[in-house]
């Protein structure tokens, strides 16, 4: 299974990425190991996700999610409430 994930940083920005292990990268972004944006903006909390059967479509929708507004990101995240 493949994921595309947004995280909200200890600054209350967001970061969206793509991975094949949701679990783990979340805390790899934790421990400082993720992304170098995730690493200066810990800890990272997992607001939203979605999950797709290949590689491809969850890099396709991660570049998709990253070109909406914050505004945009938040009205997603708000249709899926993962907790």
């Not at 793509?18 to 934790?30: G, M, P, V, Y």
């Not at 800890?43 to 890099?59: G, I, M, N, Q, W």
């Not at 396709?60 to 009205?75: A, D, N, P, T, V």
Request: aromatic share 12%; net charge positive; charged share 30%.
């Amino acid at each position: 299974m493949n994921y595309t994930y947004i995280v909200q940083c200890s600054d209350s920005t967001y970061y969206t990425g793509w991975t094949n292990h949701l679990e783990a990268r979340i805390q790899a972004h934790n421990a400082g190991k993720g992304a170098k944006y995730t690493k200066a903006r810990r800890p990272v909390k997992l607001v939203y996700y979605e999950t797709f059967e290949t590689k491809s479509e969850a890099l396709s929708r991660e570049y998709q999610i990253k070109q909406l507004s914050r505004q945009e990101k938040e009205k997603l995240i708000q249709k899926k409430d993962i907790v």
